[in-house]
């Protein structure tokens, strides 16, 4: 990992690739990397799909090794969404495969002039990119599997579906699984439109002849990574209730809590959750022959992902995650998970974020188009976005503009990003993550990470108001820490309840790369990466007036606890005044 | 509607007093028993999260309701009773807070992300929720016989449904009755033997036989399903 590969794609005679070395980016990766270059060599000011932005894809730090979860990857860009800086990562196979041929990031740089639409293919003899416009309009499923047949199985594929190629400020970028299926997204920010407007339809990769990476000591790296994995498999959360439930077993007790957005953000409890729960997710996965228990990648032991497959016993889509059962369940009145799971597969293989295109079919329910629980009718409007219709192009433009569009005065977004699953009326310290994060409305901007146990800050009262100000900040922190080792942010909560295990987190990180990196260093590392991405977003004109919730959250009481956000302004801008 | 002062107002036949929420008086129209394969319990998840009803003493701490009325232990309470919801508001001090007739409890494991952590008891992200969590509430009033709703969810639907649903709990008819007949065959198969109203019933007539004895709108149920290995 100490080479970067650059494709310039508007270069003179066709797209060319330059492989070089990573220089002052060195010791960075994932979300630490991107930001690193979005922030240095992105015109703040340029537009998202000029060819002055570029798109960054970059594994972890620990990618690549046999370190357990370690195969998350990062996209960065200047986000068509925000106007600001993003990194937005996914599992999925990529990132170790990547890491393995030795890249610590791919960037896709300028533009090309005609219409064609590009493959690119990397294995350890080199690189090709090659025009193929028989991959137009497809979607992100069918692409793969023609790359599966020029290519083989072993093989691990980036790709954009039809909503990228329309440079749909929803769309998103597909990582293949370990079953060489599209089903894992960087979703958040437009980044599948800035690839889109690269002209690249997908990127193959094949590590075949290359070997693990190996730690610098591999004694210590071996133990750390012992410890680790049994930090984790004796952790309550990540040893039980994840990989039996995957994370939908949320949905019962945000729903419970009165802070499971309900019929676009209007109420706080959906009768029909018990529906489309977890546990009722995970028993329907199991009665139909799937699986409830799967990991994105291998190395993965936690394995909150899983196998769903229709009334016939056939794959639908992989396992509907919380935040993608919400977004279609609760936030538009639908209480049926098959119709959940069609919008999860539809929204993978068109190439779109749930999150986003959830929140967004919602408002249209709002304005009137659709009747909030109209399955049927949700199915049909993505079906929309796929065909790029007119109305399909409006939807899988986002929340922001569909409101804008429809005339909708609640539209629950933070710099034209969508809100997550989480009502900030109810849990106002993660609205203050929503209004704060650099990134638009983010949830895993602000983890549970031990931040008492980093002491980033000082401890933290739980009980104290105003707490969560300073909790928001920590956890930001150490959230930027955890996306640049390519570690999976669920690992999180076995480091939050057990210092042994973030002490082997680090281990692992001194181990491989031979450092002597302590809690204080991580904590100014994350730090470093928050300065460079809020710096960025300055340079692009952003200021604290962005850094807000849309107002009906202040002056629109969400039942059943009567609730409006009540954090002041002034409160949130001194998240960042560490 | 709820009678948090004084549980003595209105009492019904049944000693369960008649303004409780649910509209439960503590009398059940129909009672119901199911014995069957120990694989058939877990088909009653559905109806563990959705919530059902007891009668108890109310007027008394959460603690005491689950470890000395329930009879759970208090160190499974402890290690694995991690997340708790009183009326849907986080409960962090189950010692201080007093549970009265008509209230609503959830029990749940330690659940992921960082909301769900922010849930936990007595979680370090307890301030992110200030304005929905549970205060404790100094015992008011005597101890009294009441009824209360709980939902179980997540891991503790394993660990906690069958002593529930072996001790038997009250549901209202048309819950069990849409949960009873969208109940595909192999639940039905999974039945060895079946009492309604005492009486028993032979297979393949279960399902006819108690969803007739549902009908009966608006009426309780008193439910007690055994898993036999
Ligand atoms: S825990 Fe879930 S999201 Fe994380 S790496 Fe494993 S399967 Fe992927």
Redesign the interface.
Known sequence: MDKILRIDMGAEGGPKATTVPTGEYSGLGGRALTSAIVSKEIPPACHPLSAENKLIIAPGLLSGTTSAMSGRISVGSKSPLTGGIKESNAGGQPSQVLARLGYAAIVLEGKPKGDDIYKIFINKDGITITPDNSLKMLGNYSVVEKMKAEHGHKIACISVGQAGEMRLLAASIAFTDTELRPTRHAGRGGTGAVMGSKGVKIIVLDDTGTTMRQPKDPNKFKEANKKWIAGLQSH???G???P??G?N??T???N????YPTYNFKEG?FAGA?KI????EA?LETKRGGLATHGCHRGCVIR?SGIYNDKDGHYLTKQPE?ETVWAHGGECGIDDMDTIAMLDFLEDDIGLDTIETGVTIGVTMEAGLLKFGDGEGAINLVREIGKGSPLGRIIGSGAAVTGKVFGVERVPVVKGQALPA?DPR?????GV?YATSPMGAD?TA???V???ILGVGGT?????????VQ?SRN?QIATAFIDSMGMCI?TA?AI?DQPETFQALLDLVNACHGLEMTAADTVEYGKRVLKMERDFNARAGFTKEQDRLPSFFRSQPVG??N?TF?VNDEELDQVFNW | MKNHDNPHEEETPSGVPSSNSFGFTGNASVNLIISGKQSMLSGFQELLQAGFVLICRVGVSIKSLLCDQFGLNPQFVEDRINTIFLDGKPVDNIDTTTVMDGATIALSGAMPGLVGATLRRKSPLASFRQTISSSSTPLKGSVAKGVVRIKIFNILMDELGPLFLGRGLFLSSDALRSFLQKQPTEFWDGCAKILVNNAPEYPPAFREKILAALKIEDAWVHLIVHGES
């Open positions: 309550g959360v990540t039980q209730a994840l039996t439930y994370t077993v949320l019962n007790i945000i419970e809590a009165g802070g409890r018990v729960s977890g546990e009722v028993d909150c919380y989480y109810a849990v106002q310290g993660i993550t949830h602000g983890y549970a031990a931040t008492n933290v009262d739980p009980l104290k108001p105003g707490g969560q909790l956890l669920f909560f939050l059943p606890h609730v009540e």
